[in-house]
């Protein structure tokens, strides 16, 4: 059974920092670009970085350039997000996913192009 699942988040204050960790079992997701998603309340769930199957590119919204570092550990199959300088719009629940490999769009904020995701974790940033 293919499963994605995060750890990690929590309640942290503005200005600190949380990494969030998706770990990947029944299968290798070394051949898959990786990304990670958030809903906060009320919204609409939003991309927020990806990284690609070599690890050498990644892409970020821009609301979180500078501060969030997304990285990949393929003999751990395990996908990291680092948050730094959090800020209260930075509270949601966050979502790994596995981007379809086979894809050959562009895209990496397509949700319909992943086609694996976990359960989410949540991030509650205090003012």
């Known amino acids: 059974q293919v499963q994605l699942v995060e750890s990690g988040g929590g309640l942290v204050q503005a200005g600190g920092s949380l990494r969030v960790s998706c770990a990947a079992s029944?299968?290798?997701?070394?051949?898959?670009?990786m990304g990670w998603f958030r809903q906060a309340p009320g919204k609409q769930r939003e991309f927020v970085a990806g990284i690609g199957s070599s690890g050498d590119t990644t892409y970020y919204t821009d609301s979180v350039k500078g501060r969030f570092t997304i990285s990949r550990d393929d003999a751990k199959n395990t996908v990291y997000l680092q948050m730094n300088s959090l800020k209260p719009e930075d509270t949601a629940v966050y979502y790994c996913?596995?981007?379809?490999?086979?894809?050959?769009?562009?895209?990496?904020?397509?949700?319909?192009?992943?086609?694996?995701w976990g359960q989410g974790t949540q991030v509650t940033v205090s003012s």
């Open positions: 029944g299968r290798s997701f070394s051949n898959n670009g």
């Open positions: 996913a596995a981007r379809n490999r086979f894809t050959i769009s562009s895209s990496w904020v397509s949700q319909g192009l992943y086609n694996y």
